[in-house]
């Protein structure tokens, strides 16, 4: 039989603060010596507050006030420290006490051997002749690495790890002498100090070590600087972090000083920031500013050629979408010139949808304005690029749309869709084109779906649908300057829609006839199939590019495709061919994963189309592979290839060794590319980091249940 013993039983001598906090006691058996001291035996259990003890026999001496421990013993401190240990002496209060030949874990991560281990006022534990690890150590094998040290105190309230004469062993061979040193309990989320280093080897900058420093400026708030020395460079990376009860910021750049540029002060600041107002809506800042152009690329920070700035103020819920954005966008190619870009963009969007009774289906209602600004004051084609430099444009707009459908017994669709537009722009600073125009259109479709379902004897089931639309636009007003709608993609998400022209400023008028065949299919083991085959057919021309596969009367045929195999094969695939066989555009995306491996390639090839200031034909080859080759190794590469060139743009290689106690990370990389603003660079970057002192580990923790290192 179990029994419960309360300590006020027996210890007549504790403190008024123990007698208000008692001490419990289960054991087997619990019997009084002739000497008048208590002896628990056989499953012995004690806590008194976050403190519990197990151990094979206890025995209190009323005179000394002394806890003696015997065998097997397992003190637990709270939910994140663990001692093993055979013998053990305490206090009556369990806070003050020696260990001898103990074994600490810490958050299950770290776990530290001593001679002997010595606790007190329930705060500290320090223990002598240490050897500490996050390596799993089983049957007395030598830990990847560990610290040996004089002595270590464990800090359980500012959780933090003080190791006096520490040395740092791999493969138990000395490698690193550290007379004092910090570390973060496992279980602390966020210290102050430092933190892993990564050397750096580039071909432009040399070769250079940064060493981030982290500062907790708070429980919400902190701050990590980076500095990166090198040859060429003397540079300080910074990263600001900040959480709110109702959002979040994040600020990161740098500022550097260097032999690229001489004599120049560089760096680069990019910003995000979101956050929750009331009535449901959100506040969402974006910043990207650089001091010119080639410093993201001649770092790595950013593989970017245009920067936006913006703020923006959202809600979306099922009946309404607000919007509203203020953007400036930063051109860094050579060949833009930023003020005859429309470098500030404002645009405010209202949406409403409606699902009228009287006639039944949905009825949306937007209304939008954007307001463009370009820096030039040129009102002509200066630059000869076939735009007028400096022009302003203010646009608002008004449209609604109803659409609804009808499905017959023989399993028809007809479908009815309507829209009216209405739109106000404002041009200034334009040759050409009027201050103030009006233009409105209207549109209108009727159209019939067939679907076709079988279900087959191996518990497939196959799709197929025709459709075909009729469709007319009508257009009133005079002509615009394009600037929202210069490129246009002919997919099947806008096969049977009324304009393919992303935005405002470029309008399909006439009548159409749209058709499309779509298919797909379904296997019982969760595989999926499907494809579609489409064509748009005018009374009039248009004025898309020919790339796009809309020019002329009759479009090029949409092809598109899509499978995703129980085996792990993923395809996507799309195509544009004339009616003589001709390609105009393809793009592929194929990719393969199983538990080790995920391959994946990419295929993009656009014809020459001086519409698109595309003087030649463009095509391109990209191949990835990650790879899983053991359970702690792995390994990624990645190559593009510029195949209208027949030329290798990027390489890039990465190795990783990932256990419980260590990342060591390889990478390196080339860029050939060559331009104005571009130079080719190649880039090597290693880490090694020993982990169980931090959080964030990229394997989960395992339990530590060797007794010795």
């Not at 390596?135 to 990847?144: E, F, G, I, N």
């Not at 280093?197 to 250079?208: C, E, F, M, Q």
């Not at 819920?317 to 953007?327: C, D, F, Q, V, Y």
């Not at 463009?372 to 009102?379: I, L, T």
């Amino acid at each position: 039989m179990r029994i419960l013993l309360s300590i006020h039983f027996f210890l007549i001598s504790v403190s008024m603060s123990v007698a208000q906090n008692p001490i419990n006691l289960i054991a087997d058996q619990i019997m009084i010596a002739p000497n008048g001291a208590l002896i628990a035996k056989g499953n012995v259990v004690i806590w008194r507050k976050n403190t519990k003890i197990k151990a094979h026999e206890v025995s209190y001496n009323d005179g000394t006030g002394k806890l003696t421990l015997i065998g097997q013993i397992v003190i637990q401190n709270g939910s994140s420290e663990v001692i093993f240990a055979d013998q053990a002496t305490l206090s009556n209060d369990l806070q003050t006490g020696i260990i001898d030949s103990a074994k600490i874990i810490l958050s299950q991560q770290v776990q530290i051997v001593a001679s002997q281990v010595s606790q007190s006022n329930g705060r500290y534990t320090k223990a002598k002749n240490i050897a500490a690890t996050s390596c799993q150590v089983c049957r007395k094998k030598t830990p990847l690495w560990q610290i040996r040290a004089k002595s270590i105190v464990h800090d359980r309230v500012e959780k933090q790890l003080y190791f006096d004469q520490a040395q740092l062993r791999v493969l138990n061979i000395p490698i690193l002498l550290i007379p004092q040193l910090r570390l973060p309990d496992p279980s602390l989320k966020r210290a102050t100090g430092f933190l892993v280093p990564l050397y750096k080897n580039s071909s432009r900058l040399k070769s250079g070590l940064k060493i981030p420093y982290f500062v907790s400026l708070s429980d919400h708030k902190d701050l990590t600087l980076t500095p990166f020395y090198s040859p060429k460079t003397r540079t300080l990376e910074f990263e600001y972090r900040q959480a709110y009860q109702s959002g979040w910021l994040n600020f990161q750049g740098a500022v550097s000083n260097d032999n690229l540029l001489p004599d120049t002060g560089r760096g680069y600041i990019f910003g995000t920031g979101s956050f929750d107002l009331d009535r449901h809506f959100k506040l969402g800042v974006q910043v990207q500013a650089v001091r010119d152009k080639t410093y993201l690329f001649d770092y790595g920070y950013a593989e970017l050629d245009r920067l936006n700035s913006n703020i923006d103020l959202t809600r979306a819920n099922r009946e309404e979408t607000i919007e509203m954005r203020l953007s400036s966008f930063n051109s860094l190619r050579s060949s833009d010139d930023n003020s005859t870009e429309p470098t500030i963009v404002a645009e405010i969007v209202q949406q409403l949808r409606y699902f009228p009774n009287l006639i039944g289906g949905e009825s949306g209602l937007r209304a939008s304005a954007l307001g463009s600004y370009r820096y030039s004051d040129v009102n002509t084609d200066f630059d000869n690029d076939g735009e007028v430099d400096g022009y302003d444009t203010l646009r608002l707009s008004l449209d609604t749309d109803w659409q609804r459908n009808w499905t017959f017994q023989n399993g028809f669709i007809f479908d009815l869709d309507t829209e009216l537009i209405l739109s106000y722009y404002n041009i200034q600073q334009h040759i050409s084109a009027k201050s103030d125009i009006l233009v409105n259109s209207s549109a209108a479709s009727a159209g019939l779906r067939w679907p076709l379902i079988r279900k087959n004897n191996d518990g497939s089931t196959a799709v197929l649908e025709p459709h075909i639309q009729f469709a007319s636009v009508s257009i009133n007003g005079s002509d615009v300057p394009n600037q929202d709608s210069t490129r246009v993609e002919f997919d099947e998400g806008n096969l049977f829609k009324f304009n393919r022209a992303p935005g405002y400023d470029l309008t399909e008028n006439g009548f159409r006839i749209n058709i499309g065949l779509k298919g797909e299919s379904y296997d019982v083991n969760g595989g999926q199939m499907g494809w579609e085959i489409g064509k748009v057919m005018r009374a009039k021309d248009t004025s898309f590019s020919y790339s796009s596969g809309l020019s002329g009367k009759s479009s090029d045929w949409l092809i598109a495709t899509n499978i995703d195999h129980v085996s792990g094969i993923e395809l996507i695939g799309r195509a544009m061919i004339t009616d003589e066989g001709r390609l105009g555009k393809t793009e592929t995306r194929l990719n393969w994963r199983d538990l080790r491996n995920d391959i994946s390639a990419q295929y993009a090839w656009l014809a020459k189309d001086t519409d698109e200031e595309r003087k030649k034909s463009l095509s391109g080859l990209s191949l990835g592979w990650q790879s899983n080759i053991t359970q702690n190794w792995s390994t990624e590469t990645a190559v593009k290839f510029d195949t209208s060139r027949g030329e290798a743009t990027d390489l890039d290689f990465g190795l990783k060794f990932t256990n419980e106690c260590l990342n060591i990370g390889f990478s390196a990389s080339r860029r050939f590319s060559t331009s104005s603003t571009l130079q080719p660079s190649t880039d090597y970057n290693f880490k090694v980091e020993l982990t169980g002192f931090s959080t964030g580990l990229e394997n989960p923790p395992k339990q530590q249940r060797c007794r010795s290192i």
